[in-house]
C-alpha cells in the first residue's frame, strides 16, 4: 500500500476537501502534511509532547484556525543524548544540547519530506531549535503570510504537565474515512499523542498576552492569543479536570516561571483603555481572517470572556 499523498489522485482529492470546508486547497493539503510529520515523529519512537496553537485545534477542536508552527518537547530516551540541564548556560551544558539537538535532525524522518534545522533560528546557548520540514506540495504558492511554505517544527523544554492523551486526525483523513476508503492506505495518522492540558496552553497565552502588550510588541505577533483564550475559556467545563484546580496551577506556574507574572482583569492589554493600541489589534484581528475556518470570536468578546476568568481566578468563591 501507499500513503494518502503518493495516490495520483491526491490532488484532487486536496480539491474536493477544500471545497467542502470552504478552505484554500494549500491549508487542506499542509494540514495533511502537518499529521503526516507528527505520525511520523511518532513512529521514530521519540517521546513527544504537543502544544500551543496546533495542539489546541488538533488535539481537543476548540479552535478553527491553522498555526504558523507546532510547538513540541521531544524527550531525550533511548534514542537520543542524555540532557542534564536545559538552562545551564555553562560550556558542558550547552554542547550537551548542541549534541542532542544535532542528534534530533538526523532522528526526524518524515517520509517524502526533507528535514532540516534552521540556521537562522539557532539560539546560542541551544535551549530550542527550530526544524523546517519541506513537502513536496502542489498548492504551496497559494500559502498567505504567515503561513510558511514548509512545517515549522518549534522544539524546547517547555512544561508539558499535565496533559491529555489524544487521537489526531486531519480533513483529509477525515474525506477518507468518511468515504470507508482509509484502509486503503497505509496508516499515517497519530493515535495516541501527548498534548499539553488546555488550561496551561490558556495560562501561557494570557501571560503572552500581558508581557508583548506592556513592551509594545506588533500587534500581529500575539493577537491570535485573544481568541485562543477565550475559546479554552468557553469551553472550560467540558474539560478534563486538573487535579488541584486552575488557581493552584496558576500559582504554580508562576513559582515554576512557566509563566512572568499573575495577570488581572484591569490590565489594559484586556480593557483595551488606549484607543490607538486597540485599533492596531482590531486590524491585525482582521488580517488573520484567512487562518480560520469556523465562526471566530470578535476582540471585545474575548476580552469580556478573559476579564471574567480573571475575576474568578482572583476570587477563590468564584471557582467552587
Not at 272 to 284: F, G, Y
Request: glycine content about 4%; some cysteine; aromatic content about 10%.
Amino acid at each position: 500500500m501507499t500513503f494518502p499523498h503518493q495516490d495520483p489522485e491526491f490532488d484532487d482529492l486536496v480539491k474536493l476537501v477544500a471545497a467542502k470546508q470552504r478552505l484554500s486547497p494549500s491549508l487542506v493539503e499542509k494540514d495533511y502534511w502537518v499529521t503526516h510529520t507528527l505520525w511520523a515523529l511518532h513512529n521514530a519512537d521519540l517521546d513527544v509532547w504537543f502544544k500551543g496553537g496546533t495542539s489546541l485545534s488538533k488535539g481537543f477542536s476548540l479552535i478553527q484556525r491553522f498555526s504558523e508552527d507546532v510547538d513540541l518537547k521531544i524527550d531525550p530516551g533511548g534514542a537520543l543524548p542524555q540532557v542534564a540541564s536545559w538552562t545551564s548556560q555553562n560550556t558542558g551544558q550547552v554542547a550537551q544540547r548542541r549534541e542532542f539537538f544535532d542528534e534530533l535532525s538526523r532522528a526526524i524522518v518524515v517520509p517524502d519530506a526533507e528535514v532540516k534545522r534552521d540556521p537562522e533560528s539557532v539560539d546560542k546557548y541551544e535551549r530550542s531549535a527550530v526544524y523546517q520540514v519541506y513537502y513536496p506540495g502542489r498548492f504551496l504558492n497559494a500559502l498567505e503570510p504567515p503561513n510558511r511554505p514548509f512545517i515549522q517544527l518549534e522544539v524546547g523544554n517547555a512544561r508539558v504537565a499535565p496533559f491529555l492523551v489524544r487521537p489526531l486526525t486531519s480533513f483529509i483523513h477525515e474525506e477518507l474515512d468518511g468515504q470507508a476508503l482509509g484502509s486503503s492506505f497505509d496508516e499515517n495518522v497519530p493515535k495516541e499523542v501527548r498534548c499539553v492540558h488546555p488550561l496551561v496552553t490558556l495560562l501561557e497565552k494570557l501571560d503572552a498576552i500581558a508581557r508583548r502588550y506592556d513592551r509594545g510588541s506588533e500587534a500581529a505577533s500575539y493577537i491570535r492569543h485573544y481568541e485562543d483564550a477565550a475559546c479554552i475559556i468557553e469551553a472550560e467545563t467540558d474539560l478534563p479536570p486538573l487535579e488541584e484546580g486552575v488557581r493552584e496551577l496558576a500559582a504554580e506556574m508562576i513559582r515554576t516561571r512557566d509563566i512572568k507574572k499573575s495577570c488581572t482583569e484591569d490590565g489594559p492589554c484586556f480593557n483595551l483603555s488606549d484607543d490607538q493600541r486597540r485599533r492596531e489589534l482590531e486590524e491585525a484581528w482582521v488580517a488573520i481572517q484567512h487562518m480560520f475556518w469556523g465562526k471566530r470570536v470578535s476582540l471585545t468578546a474575548a476580552c469580556e470572556s478573559i476579564c471574567s476568568f480573571l475575576r474568578n481566578l482572583a476570587n477563590p468563591d468564584l471557582l467552587e
